[in-house]
């Protein structure tokens, strides 16, 4: 854990390959939706609409980020699966936080998309080979290869982490 509000479960930290840790992180992606609609559990609107923490997100923008965040994701692996170390798509991901589906369609939409995705993606990538988590993709902005099992950890960290911001702001205003 970490005093800083925005890496409340510390900043990701690649983990070398191995068959616990491939566990650990397939469950956090395929229990991701469950546990950030249990975070979000009861919140009314104005309670969605405070951020995290001054200058961060609101509760909502969250909820949405990791819906597109992971959608993004998801392309990824599969990306990664089928083509031999293609580049990546970044994308503004501040820029789509302020766009309007963001403010007007409500939080459950993006949970719903969530559960779908999450299904998708684990089954898609849970029986892969050892050798096949070592392919993998460049992203452009870092400006490095990423391997899938690179991605893995951090996309598993990601859902925790903006969990973990919404848990957190809970905790701090007695929610």
Avoid: C
């Avoid at 170390?85 to 589906?101: F, G, M, S, V």
Wanted: proline fraction near 5%; avoid cysteine; aromatic fraction near 10%.
């Amino acid at each position: 854990m970490s005093n800083d509000p925005r890496y409340p479960i510390g900043k990701y930290e690649p983990q070398a390959f191995s068959a616990a840790q491939k566990k650990a992180w397939l469950s956090d992606i395929q229990f991701l939706p469950e546990e950030l609609e249990k975070a979000i559990l009861n919140l009314d609107a104005k309670q969605l609409q405070t951020p995290y923490r001054d200058g961060g997100w609101t509760v909502q923008q969250l909820v949405h980020h990791v819906a597109d965040s992971h959608l993004n994701a998801y392309t990824r692996f599969k990306l990664g699966l089928t083509e031999t170390n293609p580049t990546i798509r970044p994308y503004e991901e501040k820029e789509w936080a302020l766009l309007a589906d963001v403010e007007t369609i409500p939080v459950n939409v993006s949970i719903t998309l969530l559960h779908a995705l999450h299904r998708r993606w684990h089954a898609a990538v849970k029986d892969i080979t050892d050798e096949q988590w070592q392919r993998t993709v460049v992203h452009p902005d870092h400006g490095r290869q990423m391997t899938l099992w690179f991605l893995l950890g951090m996309y598993a960290w990601h859902g925790k982490h903006h969990t973990a911001h919404i848990t957190t702001l809970r905790e701090n205003k007695g929610w």
